[in-house]
């Protein structure tokens, strides 16, 4: 590895990505730096992104909150807990502290892993993707984003910018299960946001497709059983939305899992979310 560049505003950073050959660009190295250990990358050139003034910004507005794609694990469930609890309870998940002191939120939608953990927490949020090009920003959502298993839309020469999400009334919850506690990949997630001002109920899924997927026929289902005046839902009614959840993930089998017990992970957090968000 040879060429680094430091950029420190968006418009530098830019111009290097485009006047350097390959070159990659690097935040908290947690992903990166894996695959450069491993021999499998050898980028000839790096944009390091972290003096990127604008990347570190975390604006919490009226009716979203903009996270900088610099914006750290650490930030994020320090700075969050209370305005976008969903996304502070993953990121409180990924790795260890000091995993979560480097690693960014941008990295994460940078590596479109189907495991990332904060992708199924920016689905059900229906997040917004700020994009930097060399012809002037462009913005789209999650769902268009993150097109299939590591890959996402980012054409050459582009920087993930900002990701906005929207604040609102209601819980949020983001549960994994991994093969432990800490420090693990996960085999299942599932975020499910109680958006008490639309009156629905959204839920984003992870490592169970190859991309983030969002259960939509059970999130019609359960929006219009709900007693949203009195918090409360029949309990067939949960465990019916549970099983819906459940047939619309698409996980498969693999050292980490089978199919078939991501399915019951993903029934169990899915009524676990719902039930937590009724009593909440
Ligand atoms: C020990 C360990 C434990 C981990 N545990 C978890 C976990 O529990 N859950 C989880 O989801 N992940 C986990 N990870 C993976 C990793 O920490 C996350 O995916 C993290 O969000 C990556 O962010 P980063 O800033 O380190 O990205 P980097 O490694 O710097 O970059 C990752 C990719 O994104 C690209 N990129 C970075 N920033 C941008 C940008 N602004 N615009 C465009 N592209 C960009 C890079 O070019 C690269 O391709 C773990 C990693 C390790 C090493």
């Known amino acids: ?17 485009g006047e350097m050959d390959d070159a ?37 507005g009226d009716t979203e909150v903009r996270l900088g794609a610099g914006v750290t694990y650490t930030r994020i469930e320090n700075q969050l807990p209370e305005l976008v609890p969903a996304l502070a309870a993953a990121s409180r998940t990924v ?13 994460n939608l940078g590596t479109a892993s189907p495991a990332g953990d904060t992708l199924p927490v920016l689905a059900a949020l229906e997040a917004q993707v700020h994009i930097a090009t060399p ?13 299939g298993p590591k890959r996402n839309a980012l054409a050459p020469g582009e920087i993930i910018e900002a ?8 819980s949020q ?20 946001v109680y958006d008490e001002d639309a009156r ?11 991309r983030p997927l969002r259960a939509r026929d059970a999130e019609e289902f359960i929006s219009s059983r709900i007693d949203w005046e009195a918090r409360r839902a029949d309990p067939a009614d949960v465990s019916r939305f549970a099983d819906m959840v459940a047939a619309e993930s698409s996980p498969i089998t693999d050292v980490r899992g089978t199919a078939e ?17 009724l009593t909440a």
């Open 1 to 17: 590895m040879s060429n680094i560049a430091r950029p420190r505003d968006l418009t530098a950073a830019l111009q290097m990505l």
């Open 24 to 60: 990659v660009l690097l935040a908290g190295g947690t992903d990166l730096m894996v695959e450069v250990n491993f021999g499998h990358r050898r980028p000839p050139s790096i944009v390091a992104l972290r003096r990127v003034a604008e990347l570190q910004e975390l604006q919490v």
């Open 95 to 107: 790795g260890s502290p000091q995993i979560r002191n480097a690693a960014t939120i941008g990295g």
């Open 135 to 147: 012809s002037g920003p462009r913005t789209m959502s999650i769902d268009d984003f993150i097109v």
């Open 163 to 170: 990701v906005t999400v929207p604040r609102h009334r209601g």
């Open 173 to 192: 919850h983001f549960l994994k299960v991994g093969t432990r506690n800490a420090m693990v990949i996960s085999l299942a997630g599932v975020a499910l």
């Open 200 to 210: 629905a109920v959204r839920v984003g899924l992870g490592s169970v497709g190859p």
């Open 261 to 277: 017990y991501r399915r019951h992970c993903v029934r169990t957090l899915a009524a676990r979310a719902l039930t937590r968000s």
